[in-house]
């Protein structure tokens, strides 16, 4: 009898070290399956802002390529220079122009003038 009650003892307790072990089991399963389940819920967000950063960076390198370049805005300094020159220019002919015909309509005036006074006398 006393050895039945030691197996008895020694399947129970084998019995409660076999459910420990498998809590122990499922609570490791459990925390490495949703450990991962986490890392891939972070790796698949990471994922899609580097997606979205990707796109961004495109963009900018779009836009950035069709800026004009050191020697555009250069030649374009150059061609304002050339067009002030030549509007300089315009302004002393200009200038000119005004000077002779404030003598052509001097001379009309008098021409007027000696008309009119020709018609009254």
């Known amino acids: 009898a006393r050895r039945r009650a ?7 307790l084998l019995l409660k070290l076999a459910s420990f072990g498998l ?3 499922a609570m490791v399963f459990a925390f490495f399956a949703n450990r991962q389940k986490g890392n891939d819920e972070r790796f698949k967000a990471g994922s899609d802002r580097m997606d979205r950063h990707e796109l961004r960076i495109q963009t900018l390198e779009q836009s950035v390529r069709v800026l004009p370049t050191r020697d555009d805005m250069h ?6 220079v050339r067009l002030n ?5 315009m302004d002393a002919h200009l200038a000119g122009q005004q000077e002779i015909m404030k003598r052509v309509e001097t001379v009309v005036g008098r021409h007027e003038d000696h008309l009119l006074k020709g018609q009254k006398g």
């Open 6 to 12: 030691r197996v008895i003892v020694d399947l129970d």
């Open 75 to 80: 030649e374009l300094q150059l061609q304002l």
């Open 23 to 25: 809590s122990v089991g």
């Open 85 to 89: 020159g030549n509007m300089e220019r």
